[in-house]
């Protein structure tokens, strides 16, 4: 009887921490520039400082809760808070930071990382070639690789990066705007689960892969949806930021199971998309279809 409790009791902690002891946690929603944005006093904006809240740069977190170890996914312009979220105030040890592209919402927050702030010590920065270039050479992110602040670990799309327990991440081309790097997806692999992380990328039908094929692989899919239509950038030429509106992304997705709907995840919302505003029509539809959209501080098992 006793023995029996044992393995019942052994199962029951194994089923609790040792299976399943890894989550994905939102760091941030929103595009490059933030929210509220700067130079913006439209309603959208205006009534978030009058309130003193924001959306956070969009970024994402692993954690390992049994090992005390976490990974990030960009080093946004607020690194600072995310950092300290992810880590639970340097409880957990920061193993690892995964960039996508040289855009000011996905890199610059390494500045934080440099002698004025933490002086970090050999933190670890995964980079594709071109973004390895670009911070190895061009200041001020060449001072954080010749002190030692960051220790840039190469990596190659389509190759996967082995961590502890398993866990492996892999870096996927998309297309974007290059000027200073390449851009990169991520698919983030458990033993349990895997997730697709894509905050930027072009119109669907500009990449050599599809979406649906992609998001059919993984149980959690975080994809581009900064502008929710046209309607939004009226004040700009549409060539100058070709990202997927979500009204495409959800016209391209309409036939699909509502399992496949239940994967995807929309996030990088610029200033003005109304899924910001969880009273908005444009929101309650996403919903209504089976959508979800991201929001910071949610947590998923992986």
């Known amino acids: 009887m006793k023995k029996t409790l044992l393995i019942i009791c052994c199962f029951i902690y194994g089923m609790v921490s040792g299976q399943n002891d890894t989550e994905l946690l939102v760091l941030g ?23 003193g809240r924001k959306n956070q740069v ?11 170890k976490a990974y990030l996914f960009e080093a946004t312009p607020d690194l600072p808070n995310q950092m300290a979220k992810l880590t639970k105030n340097n409880g957990y040890s920061l193993e690892g930071v995964f960039l ?3 855009h000011i919402g996905h890199y610059t927050g390494l500045q934080f990382l440099g002698r004025e702030a933490m002086g970090a010590k050999e933190q670890a ?8 270039d670009y ?5 001020p992110w ?17 190759r996967k990066v082995a961590l502890e327990n398993e866990i492996t991440v892999t870096a996927i081309q998309v297309v974007h705007r290059d000027e200073f790097s390449e851009t990169a997806a991520y698919r983030i692999e458990t033993k349990n689960k895997k997730a697709l992380f894509i905050p930027d990328i072009d119109k669907w039908h500009l990449w050599d892969k599809s979406i649906v094929d992609e998001i059919d692989q993984v149980d959690y899919a975080f994809i581009d949806a900064s502008f929710f239509d046209q309607n939004e950038i009226s004040y700009r030429a549409i060539s100058e ?3 997927p509106f979500v009204i495409e992304s959800l ?45 910071e501080g949610m947590r998923l098992k992986m």
Request: net charge positive.
């Open 135 to 139: 911070l190895t050479h061009n200041g």
């Open 251 to 295: 016209a391209l997705f309409k036939s699909q199971p509502k399992a496949f709907k239940d994967k995807v995840y929309f996030i990088h919302f610029n200033h003005t998309n109304p899924l910001l505003d969880v009273n908005s029509s444009a929101y309650k539809a996403v919903i209504e279809q089976g959508y979800h959209i991201a929001r």
């Open 58 to 68: 969009v970024s994402l977190g692993l954690q390992l809760h049994d090992e005390k």
């Open 241 to 243: 930021i070709p990202h």
């Open 142 to 158: 060449s001072q954080l690789v010749a002190l030692k602040n960051i220790l840039l670990q190469p990596i190659s799309f389509e």
């Open 125 to 132: 920065v995964y980079a594709l070639p071109k973004m390895n």
């Open 100 to 102: 996508t592209h040289a």
């Open 29 to 51: 929603i929103a595009q490059d520039g933030g929210s509220p944005h700067i130079n913006c006093y439209k309603e959208c904006c205006s009534l978030l400082r009058a309130e």
